[in-house]
């Protein structure tokens, strides 16, 4: 799996969504899945899927999908 | 520039490193702007200022601010923005009997709080997110859609950790061991982040250790917690006795308690090693006269009055607090931190226990 599936599949299992719904555009609490309690499994999730760990203004910052691609590249995940 | 431009500006701001008067330049024409936002747009916050004897609404300072009780937001429902763009509504931990406040965010202002509470506490926990024992029970997070406010609270600095664990049982409140002392063999090494409202973790943690005899050991624990004293100066423990106790029952040297309401969303003092609650960049403090609210000086106990910058949505930037306080002093807490410093003392006579700490029932026979 490519690092764009990987994330897909990290977002579409920790907030309970198709596959399909996870575009870059998809926004925190723009979705009543994707609130502040699912947002602390996804970052659980990304931890694990990438093997890294993120820093508190990440977490913040990861306001979108495409955010958090942005972030990921941080970490070398390249998309 | 719009409000919004001018709390951006504030996050490039340190926290605690502008001196009073420069930190008060940076924050009141914020505070004034939302003086006459929300006139404009809550027609029961504008019918209040219309029959104030001031008709001024640009405050030359800011004790010069107009301010509300807090209390009115448990009988009215005070909003500045359309429902459509409410994203949710906080409620206050009332007890049974008791009248709730309710507190409409939409998505700026929910936003700002979490940056806010971010900022503020990376100060005292550095930006790596630790290992995190949360001294409640899992339930407490359960209901998504209604957040008590302790729940809100819990899921606030969950942020600042990882591995959540929560120590309590569902049902008795009791420690459930096997997931403390599988949680201690991992981290108990390293830093770890402890967080939990006052009175739970007084009751259920140190004297829960204290009743089983049984001893844990965490040199590098930092606790957090908040949600008031009310009930613990009920059973004379004041904050030296608790942090004793704590280091003799957890090995925890490093404890903050912060001081805050949900009446003012990113609004959070906490507490520095010398035992003082700061105001942050975002906030400010303000001691009043109980008898004809005067603005008191230092060290004389007084009503706390709570400013923000952060109440975009709602009219509760200049709240008058029903907890009494001192002001400690400006610009000179040994810590080093800047701007005012102060302690509470209490609950003004009669009102409500109501911090989060203090709502937890008991089950009566």
Redo the contacts between chains.
Sequence with gaps: MNNNELLTGAFSEALVIDKSQVTNELQYNSIKEWDSVAHMSLVAALEETFDIMLDTDDIIDMSSVLKAKEILAKYDVKF | MSIQALIDELYLEPVYGLSQQEKDQKILPIINALTLKHEECCEAYGNILKVRNDSSRIADNIADVPFLPVRLFKTNLLSSVRESEQ?KVLTSSGTTGQQVSRIVLD?DT??YQ??TV?KI??HF?G???LPMLIIDHPNV?KN?QSFSARGAGI??M???G?S?TYILNDDDMGIDWEKLVSFLEKYSGGPVLLFGFTFMVWKYLIQALEKTGRRINIPNGILIHSGGWKKLVEEAVDNETFKSRLKAATGINKVHNFYGMVEQVGSIFVECEHGHLHAPIFSDVIIRNPLDWSEMPANEQGLVQVVSCLPLSYPGHSLLTEDLGVLLGEDDCPCGKKGRYFSVSGRLPKSEARGCSDTFQENRP
């Design positions: 994203l998505k929910s936003v979490t940056k971010v506490m990376q926990l930006k790596d997110r997070v998504r899921l606030g969950s942020n600042f990882r959540h």
